[in-house]
């Protein structure tokens, strides 16, 4: 992302920040599959500079995925070797040869899909091996510009004074948007009429029993995303989080929006002192990203089994302590933007076999979503982020 800012900073144009910005997320969202179509045309791909690979990984996703012409993609892929490190020059010719002849038809099973094999699994145990593809296949995908707004007609008209197409997302509130400006500089986004937003996250908030007046506790609720949208709704929002830089943050944002939110900074493993339990809370739990790689394509990278499994360790505390500020009677949504079996219906299963006094309902989402377990999985397509949704109903009487 460093590098992404540095790049666009030198290319002000929009055009060339479109294609710079397409070919670094375009080449990580296809990562696995192109290292997989590169290797079957590379003796020892692991002793190239790291700077060559990155050249090859661009060049391939431009020439196989882009379809950019052969010798207009390989040619400045080629160049950009040419202008590199001296050191690194002699291995211009072999760039050449190699993105002439790189083939998708040499990739085959997981990496086909561009998820690591204890990835690809754990998405076919959740979904199926059809639904599993489809989503890998989804999230290779870029998405538009997704805007919530709490007023959406005069959101899409100060878009289009600006030149900018809106069209309704998915849910209601949701607009797919193309803009000829970056987010910070539209007039909708100063003055506080949108905010980015997947419309599964919105769909999320839709699933909480967070009416007018209602009030709901946002538990993780991170810079503030869904504790907006909830606060739009007119509920009452207290949101909780660990991270006071994030709470900074969420301030911020939420004047810009105009809504009222209280915060308070607390470590969720175990109870908060002072926070009433309520009957509306959310839990949008810490969790793998394993549903946003569309957008975090670079979660490949760095996770791996250990680290779901000490997320999975966490999300059950925080889940503990989520029953323990749901009033009788009230609903509890978990929530993670995860497609591991893991985070989603084992996790549920486990909490309702701890906590007898919880009851799985189905989820009011707004959005097609699978049954899986006790839950519902929103699947990552069509510019959508994937979900597990629990919707926990606790007994009047307990
Ligand atoms: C999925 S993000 C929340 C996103 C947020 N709800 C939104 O919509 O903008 C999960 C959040 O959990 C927070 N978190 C992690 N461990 C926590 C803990 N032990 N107690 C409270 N919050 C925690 C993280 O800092 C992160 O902001």
């Not at 929009?14 to 070919?23: L, P």
């Not at 038809?105 to 489809?134: E, M, N, T, W, Y």
Request: overall charge neutral; proline content about 9%; charged content about 20%.
């Amino acid at each position: 992302v460093p590098s992404l800012r540095l790049a666009l900073r030198a290319h002000p144009e929009r055009e060339a920040r479109a294609f710079v910005t397409d070919v670094c997320y375009g080449a990580l969202r296809w990562r696995i599959t192109l290292e997989g179509a590169l290797a079957a045309r590379l003796e020892a791909p692991e002793r190239l500079p790291n700077r060559v690979r990155d050249v090859l990984l661009a060049g391939a996703y431009e020439r196989l995925v882009r379809g950019t012409p052969d010798h207009a993609a390989v040619h400045a892929w080629v160049e950009a070797v040419n202008r590199g490190p001296p050191r690194e020059r002699p291995l211009a010719g072999l760039v050449n040869a190699v993105l002439r002849r790189v083939d998708l038809a040499d990739v085959q099973g997981d990496a086909a899909l561009s998820l690591p094999p204890f990835l690809a699994s754990r998405f076919r145990v959740l979904l199926g091996a059809d639904d599993a593809a489809r989503a890998a296949h989804g999230m290779r995908q870029p998405a538009p510009l997704w805007l919530t707004a709490s007023d959406p007609e005069r959101a899409a008209a100060s878009l289009a004074a600006q030149g900018a197409r809106a069209r309704p997302g998915p849910v209601p509130g949701s607009l797919a948007v193309q803009a000829p400006l970056p987010l910070e500089r539209l007039a909708a986004f100063e003055h506080g009429l949108v905010q980015p937003q997947n419309p599964a996250s919105l769909a999320v908030v839709a699933a909480c029993a967070a009416g007018p007046g209602e009030r709901t506790l946002d538990l993780c609720g991170g810079n503030g995303v869904k504790a907006a949208a909830l606060a739009a709704r007119g509920a009452e929002v207290t949101s909780v989080e660990i991270d006071p830089e994030k709470v900074e943050a969420a301030k911020r944002n939420l004047r810009r929006l105009g809504v009222a939110v209280t915060h308070r900074v607390a470590d969720l493993r175990t109870l908060p002192a002072g926070i009433d339990p309520a009957a509306s809370v959310l839990l949008d739990a810490p969790c793998s990203g394993t549903g946003t790689l569309r957008a975090h394509p670079e979660i490949t990278l760095r996770l791996s089994e250990a680290a779901l499994a000490e997320l999975t360790r966490l999300q059950a505390a925080l889940l503990d302590t989520a029953a323990g500020l749901t009033a009788p009677g009230g609903l509890l949504v978990y929530a993670v933007c995860s497609l591991t079996p893991e985070e989603g219906p084992e996790q549920v299963e486990a909490f309702v076999n701890r906590h007898p006094e919880f009851e799985p309902v189905k989820p009011n989402l707004p959005l097609p979503a699978r049954d899986v377990g006790p839950g519902a999985v929103i699947v990552p397509l069509e510019g959508l982020d994937g979900f597990f949704v629990a919707a926990l109903r606790r007994a009047a009487d307990t």
